[in-house]
């Protein structure tokens, strides 16, 4: 659990856009990172409505990136009048940035001044790039971070033995075509066992193969308005069996 990871290069498109040249894509929509985190990937699952009267919420997301959904939602639970008294974040990442390169990517892509803080701190507390769970904590320990530095085909199985759970699953690889091993029926089994009863997921892709592969894993999916030029855009909840008893 502790070789060396492969960092990010932090690259910018000429429309400064962050842009992997690994995976030949955008971080974000280039219509903007916090309005895509907040369309997609809050209103998506429902938040902060689904806080209100919950004592704990679980985020499972793959594919860090740079934060900005996690920092967007621990902005909306900071600003939320009801919301649960632990808000516990878990992220899997293959390819992290650096420390440095997390803060300049937040200087160049968020320009709302509440960040800066949430921001700091969370490159103050970034861990050695080292594959495996490094868990941080932020609001005097109400919310919670667990990175999981590493592949996500090898460590979700390994984090659903350890009895992580999901209400709300953000799903935010790079695009499909280019990233297939974030989107494949293993990853989504996974996740489906991950997920609690209530849980939901959202994503900003409708790609036919990650419809195939939701629904094969268990899961049920609607098609909504998409963010930043997207027509559509997936979201929805595991599928659960019901039972008819007849008399
Ligand atoms: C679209 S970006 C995520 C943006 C991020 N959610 C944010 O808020 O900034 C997709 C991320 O998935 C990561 N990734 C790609 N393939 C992966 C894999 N097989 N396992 C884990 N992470 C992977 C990439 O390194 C990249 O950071």
Redesign the pocket.
Known sequence: MSEPLIS?PLVFRDDGTPY?P??D????SAAG?LAQ?RHVFLKGNGLPARWRGTPRFTVI??????????L?TWAAWLEAAHRPSMLEFL??????FSADDLRAAHAAIIDEDAFAPLSDALASAWPPLEAGLHRLAFSAGAVTLTLAF????D?LPRLADLGFTADAI?L???APAR?P??WTPQVFASLARMSNYDATFATYTSAGQVKRALVESGFAYSKVAGFGGKRAMLVGKRAHIRYVIES
Do not use: C, L, Q, W
Not at 150 to 153: E, K, L, M
């Open positions: 990010a992997s690994r995976h894509d955008i971080y974000h990172a985190a997301e793959t594919g860090f990136g740079m934060g900005v959904n996690f967007a992220s899997i990442e293959k390819y992290p590493g592949d996500a085909a460590i953000y935010d690889g790079f990233n091993d974030m």
